[in-house]
């Protein structure tokens, strides 16, 4: 396979087995920023130092010949490969348009065409022989003027992409730093070799030694790659996402001038980056000078600020951290303002939306109450006037004159608990509800109503049945008042909802510290998915104009916030056919008096 096999080709070819490794473990890594080309960069070292070291195993002209033209397929394209990874890796990979990448290897493709055809014209080499005089033949070349002409190219490109890495070098730190650092060194090598070589300081004559400081750059270049994650973190996303950021950040040195600032930060303050680094922070924000004088002097804060531009006030949040470098020094702060004039203004909205909603609740209840209170006068007056008829206070009435007067009596007591109801939601939602516990007697509170709701049940033909259990203590104690306005609601939808049968109010003790009041129907039930919701406000279970039942919807509400108000509570048993069963449970010890 070799015509000679030396210590010098085998380095090489040791030499090109590791950036091979290194071009094909970067290849797979490909979708990181910069790995594709590292992988081509790395691809052309192994070409360049595979075909050397083959160089150096041949024995003739026509040999060595051959590989030297191989290995320019590596050295011409790898100045403007390296200088391509370099704006990628850096974070300049927006100058990588396809035109300027063409222009990059212009050179390159040039210096191939000379190259491999140089017997033609001698442009690239003027002369080439073998020299015997070494150790093992070696090819001697006497170079042309293109040959300059891409020395100075591969040298320009090399400087280029260097200096792009010191930089990011000298802004990084901790492994971003190491990372940088790494290709750095692996770049720095064969350079100063070649250097050495053009400048006559070698060891062994017409012996490139560039090669082999390959050799350095594949070790770091696959060090970095294992150690350190080269390709799987890389420090370019750290600055596209400062450079991305909405929010304004600031870099302030020991002196308080401005180091850094990102997009957001020069837009903020309506100036150029060279009008801004490197300048006094003072004389950037002399806009604000009360911020200044508050912070000058601060390391680690956290905080809101109002910022007056031309136009209107803007809302930040304020941060300061302080920064140190690798030793734990002090070396300045970092500024981070972030825009929440939105969510101020979404806050200050909400505010007064909220504000609105009240007086607008407020302004609804006082509405109300003043029209329940101005229609429950006439209309307790009506019903008073009827039962006088209906007594036969004003004379004798016929059938038909009774049948009228209790069918005016039944839509005036329905009217009138319609017009409570409202009232009582009214006072309700203005937390107005008055408790005022006082001693009373269950039975007379059956009777009560009884008396009152007996028109209703009779108008359907139903039979109103009351109970009181012999364990319920004779006296209670209680809002007396609020309790007739319970029973009223629950014996009204009991007759409202049944068709035939009987409507049962129970009051008994279950336990020795509560009583219960319980009014059972033989109605047509209330289905499961609407027991979740019965008790809400203006809801039922039929919330159609066209349902055949009327009523606001605030019955079973307003019964479940004064059973809640009194401290007790409400369920409810119910099968659709089989009627329903509401149980509200009280304290016997009541709680006390109180505006609720």
């Not at 595979?50 to 024995?59: H, I, V």
Request: glycine content about 6%; some cysteine.
């Amino acid at each position: 396979m070799f015509e000679q096999l030396n210590p010098y080709a085998l380095s090489l070819i040791i030499s090109a087995l590791i950036s091979g490794v290194t071009a094909f473990y970067s290849w797979r890594r490909r979708p990181a920023p910069g790995a594709a080309l590292f992988a081509l960069l790395m691809l052309a070292i192994t070409v360049w130092t595979l075909g050397y070291g083959l160089e150096l195993t041949c024995l003739t002209l026509a040999c060595m010949l051959f590989w030297i033209k191989i290995e320019y397929l590596g050295i011409a394209t790898l100045p403007g490969i390296w200088m391509a990874f370099t704006l990628q890796f850096t974070g300049h990979e927006t100058w990588l348009t396809w035109r300027r990448v063409a222009l990059l290897f212009v050179v390159p493709a040039i210096t191939l065409v000379i190259n491999w055809t140089n017997e033609f014209h001698y442009w690239h080499y003027r002369s080439v022989a073998v020299n015997t005089s070494s150790p093992f033949p070696l090819l001697a070349i006497t170079r042309g003027p293109w040959y300059w002409t891409h020395i100075a190219y591969f040298y320009l490109m090399l400087l280029a992409g260097t200096i792009l890495l010191w930089q990011m070098f000298r802004r990084s730190a901790g492994l971003y730093r190491r990372q940088a650092g790494f290709i750095l060194m692996g770049a720095l090598a064969p350079w100063a070799v070649n250097i050495a070589y053009m400048a006559g300081l070698r060891p062994f004559a017409y012996l490139d030694l560039t090669p082999f400081a390959f050799t350095v750059t594949g070790s770091a270049a696959g060090w970095g790659l294992f150690r350190y994650r080269l390709l799987d973190i890389v420090p370019v996303a750290r600055d596209k996402v400062l450079e991305s950021m909405r929010d304004g950040v600031l870099v302030l040195d020991m002196q308080a001038r401005i180091v850094d600032a990102n997009p957001a930060a020069l837009q903020f303050l309506d100036r150029s980056a060279r009008e801004v680094i490197g300048q006094p922070a003072a004389q950037i924000l002399s806009r604000w000078p009360d911020l200044l004088e508050r912070y000058k002097d601060v390391y680690e804060a956290q905080t809101q600020i109002v910022l007056d531009n031309e136009l209107s006030p803007r809302y930040h949040d304020l941060r300061i951290s302080p920064l140190y470098e690798r030793r734990g020094e002090l070396t300045g702060r970092l500024i981070v303002l972030h825009d929440i004039t939105e969510r101020k203004q979404a806050e200050e909205a909400l505010v007064l939306a909220h504000d609105q909603a009240l007086e607008a609740s407020r302004l609804k209840s006082e509405l109300l109450a003043n029209v329940s209170h101005d229609l429950r006068t006439p209309l307790t007056s009506i019903l008073g006037y009827t039962d006088l008829l209906q007594a036969g206070g004003y004379g004798p009435l016929s059938d038909k004159q009774q049948t009228v007067v209790t069918r005016i009596m039944v839509n005036t007591k329905q009217l009138l608990l319609f017009i409570n109801n409202i009232l009582d939601q009214a006072q309700i939602d203005a937390g107005k509800v008055e408790l005022r516990v006082s001693s009373f007697n269950p039975s007379n509170l059956i009777e009560t109503i009884q008396s009152t709701m007996s028109v209703l049940a009779q108008a359907k033909g139903l039979e109103l049945t009351g109970h009181v259990a012999s364990e319920v203590l004779p006296t209670l104690s209680g809002d007396f008042q609020r309790l007739q306005a319970i029973l009223m609601n629950l014996v009204s939808n009991g007759i409202k909802f049944t068709k035939q049968g009987t409507v049962h109010i129970h009051i008994y003790q279950p336990d020795a510290d509560h009583w219960a009041l319980q009014v059972c129907d033989t109605g047509s039930g209330i289905p499961r998915q609407a027991q979740t919701y019965i008790f809400e406000p203006f809801r039922q279970v039929d919330g159609s104009v066209t349902r055949a039942q009327t009523g606001t919807g605030l019955g079973l509400s307003i019964v479940k916030q004064l059973t809640t108000l009194m401290g007790g509570e409400i369920t409810l048993e119910s099968e659709v056919g089989q009627g329903s069963i509401f149980t509200v449970s009280l304290p016997l010890q009541p709680i006390p008096e109180k505006i609720a």
